[in-house]
């Protein structure tokens, strides 16, 4: 099967400028999830979609912040204004709510530096 | 809270057994996920446990005892490639699947 798509692959921008994240999950995981991984760190939880619904955002700078998944499908997150802080790889994962394990799959992950 | 621990960084000889330790605290509990992430890719599913012993597969191997919020994932015969982020993860109680990350250990095998 496909894995999950993402894009792009790297970013580079000046702080205060806009940037967006897309995501293409799995064939049929009806969950999805971004995560953000800084440096050195493990992935913290931005936001999950169950379909094209939101089940948590409680970590996500929602000042800042935004993501949508339009028709359970694709997803985007996009930070307006971009601060120095925010560098750091943007990881989106998607699973199956059934199955033994819901294993997350990742993509290969956006890497943005806010210079 | 929530709240999960393993080493920062660990070193081993190609070859050789390494033991990866992570104790967890947690709202609930679901199950815990060992993934292996090389320096700049994304994470990669290796072991899943709900129930308290040992998974072996191939040379890894993870344990868990549910009543000491602990785990280890045990990588045997050692190889260069090995070298990577060993991140332990717990899904807590509440549904939807949401799995929280520790910090993760920085594995280097050395010839």
């Known amino acids: 099967e496909a894995g999950v798509a993402q894009s792009p692959r790297y970013k580079i921008i000046e702080k205060r400028q806009s940037v967006a994240f897309w995501c293409n999950p799995i064939s049929g995981h009806a969950t999805l999830y971004w995560y953000q991984q800084i440096l050195g760190q493990g992935p913290k939880l931005l936001i999950q979609f169950q379909n094209n619904g939101v089940v948590d955002d409680s970590q996500l700078p929602k000042d800042r912040f935004s993501a949508e998944r339009l028709k359970g499908v694709d997803s985007t997150l996009k930070i307006q204004p971009a601060k120095l802080e925010d560098s750091a790889v943007y990881l989106c994962?998607?699973?199956?709510?059934?199955?033994?394990?819901?294993?997350?799959?990742f993509g290969s992950g956006t890497r943005l530096t806010v210079v | 809270g929530q709240n999960i621990d393993q080493p920062t960084e660990m070193t081993a000889t190609e070859g050789a057994i390494v033991q990866i330790n992570c104790t967890y605290q947690?709202?609930?509990?679901?199950?815990l996920f060992w993934y292996q992430q090389h320096a700049g890719e994304a994470p990669t599913f290796l072991s899943y446990n709900v129930l308290d012993g040992l998974e072996e597969k191939g040379r890894f191997s993870s344990f868990l005892s549910r009543s000491k919020g602990y785990s280890y994932l045990l990588l045997k015969e050692l190889q260069m490639k090995d070298s990577a982020s060993y991140l332990c993860?717990?899904?807590?109680?509440?549904?939807?699947?949401?799995?929280?990350f520790g910090a993760g250990t920085r594995l280097a095998v050395h010839p």
């Open positions: 993860a717990v899904r807590g109680g509440g549904g939807y699947n949401k799995l929280i």
């Open positions: 947690t709202s609930g509990f679901n199950g």
């Open positions: 994962a998607s699973s199956l709510i059934q199955g033994r394990n819901y294993g997350y799959t």
